[in-house]
């Protein structure tokens, strides 16, 4: 970090490099119940749904047959540099530009394409804008481009070509108001636009495929920190919708609802200290329904979860804390892969933790 005056300005200048590899070996085999080569899946009744049936794999060590023996390194370099400009003491400009280098190096030894290999020099800007008109608000509008490049899993479910290497892209615009309505207790509220391009997405049977584009908009609100000495708060809502840009031939018309995305989110975390060593809190998490995949036939029902904590200062040096995860073992549906590749959400969980410090 540096700072300058130029005039009647004053810069903070901020730069960096990052460096960083990813190498990955995936192989996935198919699993079989009762030695039969058919048996890919098993039904079992919605009211009891465990079985004993026995699973095998098989036994296709040449690799020609496996679901995937793949291997995929990502190499990646990014410099960036930033300017904060004080224009007046209530506003503020914030100039930014990052380089990224991504070489991507993917091989599909049980695939009709052996080897590939994708670089992408990627230049993303940033700007912004921050004003003050009294000490505890500041109003603020930002313009940003990222890039997130290919790997892992990510490599071993799709037609692999130089096409699907090439990482994806974010834009976001964002306006927003920040209020200190005490030094210990903040208010948020945000708007804003995020478009994503030449995304992954899976839909029945595992099939994958790129989607050209997708924007989701929304609003999001928040209030953090203390209302009273021993009582902290820490809570958000957000409203969003997103679609598709384009028809997927097949798939999803244009306009369709983006996958995995609740219309409605709400969370708030309480926690009061009955003591200066004792405290407990409670979190409540609510997240509307949400569609499995593009195709917008499969919705996973919204739900309630309560989430509590105890947390104790033993001494000067240990901690300790009890997490109770999903307090009331409410049953819900977490996430999804596609419309028949869905997960539960935990039950009940209970972690103890000790945490020292020296």
Same mark, same amino acid.
């Given at each position: 970090?540096?700072?300058?005056?130029?005039?009647?300005?004053?810069?903070?200048?901020?730069?960096?490099?990052?460096?960083?590899?990813?190498?990955?070996?995936?192989?996935?085999?198919?699993?079989?119940?009762?030695?039969?080569?058919? !048996?890919?899946? $098993?039904?079992? @009744?919605?009211?009891? @749904?465990?079985?004993?049936?026995?699973?095998?794999?098989?036994?296709?060590?040449?690799?020609?047959? $496996?679901?995937?023996?793949? !291997?995929?390194?990502?190499?990646?370099?990014?410099?960036?540099?930033?300017?904060? &400009?004080?224009?007046?003491?209530? %506003?503020?400009?914030?100039?930014?530009?990052?380089?990224?280098?991504?070489?991507?190096?993917?091989?599909?030894?049980?695939?009709?394409?052996?080897? $590939?290999?994708?670089?992408?020099?990627?230049?993303? @800007?940033?700007?912004?804008?921050?004003?003050?008109?009294?000490?505890?608000?500041?109003?603020?509008?930002?313009?940003?481009?990222?890039?997130?490049? !290919?790997?892992?899993?990510?490599?071993?479910?799709?037609?692999?070509?130089?096409?699907?290497?090439?990482?994806?892209?974010?834009?976001?615009?964002?306006?927003?108001?920040?209020?200190?309505?005490?030094?210990?207790?903040?208010?948020?509220?945000? /708007?804003?636009?995020?478009?994503?391009?030449?995304?992954?997405?899976?839909?029945?049977?595992?099939?994958?495929?790129?989607?050209?584009?997708?924007?989701?908009?929304? /609003?999001?609100?928040?209030?953090?920190?203390?209302?009273?000495?021993?009582?902290?708060?820490?809570?958000?809502?957000?409203?969003?919708?997103?679609?598709?840009?384009?028809? &997927?031939?097949?798939?999803?018309?244009?306009?369709?609802?983006?996958?995995?995305?609740?219309?409605?989110?709400?969370?708030?975390?309480?926690?009061?200290?009955?003591?200066?060593?004792?405290?407990?809190?409670?979190?409540?998490?609510?997240?509307?329904?949400?569609? *499995?995949?593009?195709?917008?036939?499969? !919705?996973?029902?919204?739900? /309630?979860?309560?989430? #509590?904590? %105890?947390? #104790?200062?033993?001494?000067?040096?240990?901690?300790?804390?009890?997490?109770?995860?999903?307090?009331?073992?409410?049953?819900?549906?977490?996430?999804?892969?596609?419309?028949?590749?869905?997960?539960?959400?935990? @039950?009940?969980?209970?972690? *103890?933790? %000790?945490?020292?410090?020296?």
């Amino acid at each position: 970090m540096y700072s300058l005056n130029t005039g009647p300005f004053t810069h903070t200048l901020l730069a960096g490099v990052e460096v960083g590899r990813q190498e990955t070996h995936n192989r996935r085999e198919t699993g079989v119940f009762n030695n039969d080569p058919s !048996r890919t899946n $098993l039904f079992v @009744p919605i009211g009891n @749904p465990l079985t004993g049936a026995p699973i095998t794999f098989r036994n296709r060590d040449s690799g020609g047959d $496996l679901d995937a023996l793949n !291997r995929s390194i990502v190499n990646i370099t990014s410099l960036y540099i930033q300017d904060q &400009i004080e224009i007046i003491p209530q %506003l503020q400009a914030i100039v930014g530009v990052r380089y990224d280098l991504f070489e991507v190096d993917f091989q599909q030894k049980n695939g009709p394409r052996d080897h $590939l290999k994708a670089r992408d020099d990627l230049i993303a @800007p940033r700007f912004g804008l921050i004003y003050k008109p009294i000490e505890p608000v500041s109003f603020y509008a930002s313009y940003s481009q990222a890039y997130v490049p !290919r790997a892992g899993d990510q490599l071993t479910a799709l037609n692999v070509t130089i096409e699907t290497l090439k990482p994806e892209k974010f834009t976001t615009l964002e306006t927003g108001v920040k209020w200190d309505i005490r030094p210990d207790l903040a208010f948020t509220a945000a /708007v804003y636009q995020l478009d994503r391009t030449n995304v992954i997405n899976s839909v029945v049977g595992g099939q994958t495929f790129l989607t050209k584009g997708q924007r989701t908009e929304g /609003v999001e609100v928040g209030l953090a920190g203390q209302l009273t000495t021993n009582w902290s708060v820490m809570g958000g809502y957000a409203y969003q919708i997103g679609e598709i840009n384009s028809d &997927i031939l097949g798939i999803a018309k244009k306009g369709a609802t983006v996958a995995e995305l609740p219309r409605n989110t709400f969370s708030v975390w309480s926690r009061y200290d009955v003591t200066p060593k004792i405290g407990a809190a409670v979190g409540v998490i609510y997240r509307d329904d949400m569609y *499995a995949s593009l195709t917008n036939r499969v !919705r996973l029902p919204d739900f /309630v979860r309560v989430d #509590a904590a %105890l947390f #104790a200062q033993i001494s000067k040096n240990f901690r300790g804390q009890l997490n109770i995860e999903n307090l009331f073992d409410t049953k819900y549906f977490a996430s999804s892969h596609n419309d028949f590749n869905i997960t539960p959400g935990s @039950p009940i969980a209970v972690r *103890a933790s %000790l945490i020292a410090s020296f």
